[in-house]
C-alpha cells in the first residue's frame, strides 16, 4: 500500500472475514460506439488487486460501479461485460444482476457467502447518480441518505470501501453518503493516486514538463495558473486544441474551419486566459511552430506563420514535435494530460505517437492521466513503460488545481466518525 497520510483508513486494517462489503469501484471504460464493446481496461485491471484481496480475505462482497452518464450516453450500458472481464482476469466468478440496489439485487447481496462477489447494476441506471442531478439539486452528504441508492443497500453492510479516485470530484450518493452511516475505508489504488498525484504537485523533479493537449481544454486551463504560480512546472508544452488556443491568443490566426471549431464549442472563452499566461510566464509555454492538416488523403505540414486559412489543423508538425521531444527527454519529470492530435486518424497520429513514446522513454518520473491519454498510451507504448499510469480525469485536473474533493472531504469526516 502506497505510504500516503491521509485522515481515514486503509481496507487493509479491516477484518472482513465473513462480513458484507460494499466497495466502490470505477471501471469506467471507453466503448466502442459501433459495438458497444470495452475498447481499454486499464481502468478494470487497476482494480484487480482491491477485489481479489478481498476475496482472499473471505469478504462477501458487492461492487457498486458505473458505466457512462447524461453527457456521454452513448456509453450508459450494462456492467455485464465488465463482470465477464473481472471473472477472467480474478480467474474467480464475478456474478452480475441488472439490478442496482432493487429486491433482487438486495436478495442477492443477502445470499453471499465468504469469497463471493457479485457486480451491482450501472449506478447511472438512477437518477440520483447521473451528474445532472447532482449538478441540479445539489444534495449535501447527510441529505443523501434517503436515497434510493443509499437507505436500500446500508441496511446489509457492515463496512465500506471507496476505490474510485477516478470519480472523486463527484459529488453523488455512491462516492459520499454511505461513509455518513457506516464504518469506512479506502483500498489501495485510492492510496496510489493520491500518492502519485502528490509527488507531481509536491516533490516535482526539475525540470518539471506538463505536456497538456486534447480537445477538451477545460481540463487544461484548470490547472496551467496552478502548476505555474507555485513553481510545480518548469514548462507546458502545448499541444491539441490547448496548443492552437494558445496560438490564437498570440495572435496567429488559423483560418475559418479551425477558428469555427473552436468558437462552436465556446471554447473561444479560454482565449484571454490564454493570453494572460503568456504574458505573465513567458517562456514557459512552448506552443506549436508548425501544423499538419489533410490534402488529398495525405498529410501535410505548414509552419505556424504560413498557415492557410482554409484548413483544419489536427495534429502538431515535425518540428514542433522534435522541439517537444527535446524538451520531455531533458526533464527530471513528465506529467501529460490529453494527445497532441487526432490520433485516431492515421494520418495525424505522428503527433501522440512520436511525444508518447518520448515520454513512455524519458528518464525522470513520467505519470499518464486522462482517458484519452490513456488510451494513446495502450495504443502506441507498453502500460508499464511509465512511472504510473493514473485513472483519474476529472478527479486529477481538480487535486493538481489545489480544490478539495468530494471524496477526500467525505473519507476525512468518516475517519473521525467511525475512529
Excluded at 513503460?385 to 474533493?405: E, H, I, P, Q, W
Aim: charged residues 25%; negative net charge; contains cysteine.
Amino acid at each position: 500500500m502506497a505510504d500516503v497520510s491521509l485522515g481515514f483508513k486503509p481496507m487493509e486494517e479491516f477484518d472482513v472475514k465473513g462480513k458484507r462489503v460494499l466497495l466502490r469501484v470505477d471501471v469506467n471504460s471507453p466503448i466502442d460506439p459501433s459495438t458497444k464493446k470495452i475498447v481499454n481496461t486499464n481502468r478494470i485491471d487497476k482494480s484487480i488487486p482491491t477485489i481479489s484481496w478481498l476475496i482472499h480475505q473471505g469478504a462477501k462482497l458487492a461492487m457498486i460501479a458505473h458505466q457512462g452518464d447524461t453527457l456521454d450516453y452513448q456509453n450508459l450500458i450494462s456492467l455485464q461485460e465488465h463482470a465477464d472481464i473481472l471473472t477472467e482476469k480474478l480467474g474467480k466468478p464475478v456474478s452480475y444482476i441488472d439490478d442496482v440496489c432493487g429486491p433482487a439485487a438486495q436478495e442477492c447481496v443477502r445470499e453471499l457467502k465468504d469469497g463471493e462477489v457479485v457486480l451491482l447494476g450501472n449506478l447511472r441506471y438512477l437518477c440520483e447518480e447521473i451528474s445532472t442531478f447532482e449538478n441540479a439539486v445539489k444534495l449535501q452528504p447527510e441529505e443523501m441518505l434517503e436515497t434510493y441508492l443509499v437507505r436500500s443497500l446500508t441496511p446489509l453492510f457492515d463496512l465500506y470501501i471507496n476505490d474510485a479516485f477516478a470519480t472523486a470530484h463527484r459529488k453523488s450518493p455512491s462516492m459520499v453518503a454511505f461513509q455518513e452511516v457506516l464504518p469506512s475505508a479506502a483500498g489501495p489504488l485510492f492510496f496510489n493516486e493520491v500518492q502519485a498525484l502528490t509527488r507531481v504537485v509536491k516533490s516535482p523533479e526539475h525540470p518539471a514538463v506538463f505536456v497538456l493537449g486534447g480537445a477538451k481544454i477545460s481540463d487544461a486551463f484548470g490547472m496551467i495558473e496552478q502548476v505555474l504560480s507555485s513553481g510545480t512546472a518548469d514548462r507546458i508544452l502545448a499541444c491539441g486544441v490547448t496548443g492552437q488556443v494558445m496560438l490564437m491568443a498570440s495572435g496567429i490566426g488559423l483560418g475559418g474551419p479551425s477558428e469555427k471549431f473552436i468558437t462552436d464549442r465556446n471554447l473561444d472563452v479560454f482565449i484571454e486566459p490564454a493570453r494572460k499566461y503568456l504574458e505573465k510566464y513567458p517562456g514557459k509555454i512552448l506552443m506549436p511552430v508548425d501544423l499538419a492538416f489533410e490534402k488529398n488523403g495525405r498529410r501535410q505540414e505548414v509552419l505556424v506563420k504560413d498557415l492557410p486559412m482554409d484548413e483544419m489543423f489536427m495534429d502538431i508538425g515535425e518540428k514542433t514535435i522534435n522541439l517537444y521531444e527535446s524538451e520531455i527527454r531533458s526533464a527530471g519529470m513528465v506529467f501529460v494530460n490529453g494527445p497532441a492530435g487526432v490520433f485516431e486518424n492515421q494520418c495525424f497520429q505522428s503527433g501522440t505517437e512520436r511525444l508518447w513514446k518520448a515520454i513512455a522513454s524519458a528518464p525522470g518520473f513520467t505519470v499518464v492521466g486522462g482517458g484519452d491519454s490513456v488510451s494513446a498510451a495502450a495504443r502506441f507504448t507498453g502500460m508499464d513503460d511509465y512511472s504510473y499510469v493514473c485513472t483519474a480525469g476529472g478527479a486529477m485536473v481538480r487535486f493538481l488545481s489545489g480544490k478539495k474533493l468530494p471524496l477526500i472531504a467525505a473519507m476525512e469526516k468518516a475517519g473521525q466518525k467511525w475512529k
